[in-house]
């Protein structure tokens, strides 16, 4: 069984930081592809930056130049640095990545949320 959390959430004042995280725990062969998503109210989930194996990296254009994501494959984390927030940034934020428990084995996991909110 694997398991995907993420932590780091909170109120910040428009134009401040935070950084989300997110552990894999669990029967982990190896993480591929993992990312960050966002659900504001009333709105689809949508993606906001992606990063797999090969460090390759795509962000949405509404978070370009203001958001970074990382991993660290070491600690089966991935990270999601969040600067200049916005009111439009909004959100429960999700982690997501496709974890083998074995050579031939691969599920996609979702983390549960965590709530972002900039208190402009």
């Known amino acids: 069984q694997v398991q995907v959390m993420e932590s780091g959430g909170g109120l910040v004042q428009s134009g401040g930081s935070l950084r989300l995280s997110c552990v894999a725990s669990?029967?982990?062969?190896?993480?591929?592809?993992m990312a960050w998503y966002r659900q504001a109210p009333g709105r689809e989930r949508e993606l906001v930056a992606s990063?797999?194996?090969?460090?390759?990296?795509t962000y949405a254009d509404s978070v370009k130049a203001r958001f970074t994501i990382s991993r660290d494959n070491a600690k089966n984390t991935l990270y999601l640095q969040m600067n200049s927030l916005k009111p439009e940034d909004t959100a429960v934020y999700y982690c997501?990545?496709?974890?083998?428990?074995?050579?031939?084995?691969?599920?996609?996991?979702w983390g549960q949320g965590t709530q972002v909110t900039d208190s402009a």
């Open positions: 990063i797999n194996s090969a460090n390759i990296i």
């Open positions: 669990g029967n982990i062969f190896k993480i591929n592809d």
């Open positions: 997501n990545a496709d974890i083998q428990v074995n050579r031939n084995e691969e599920f996609n996991n």
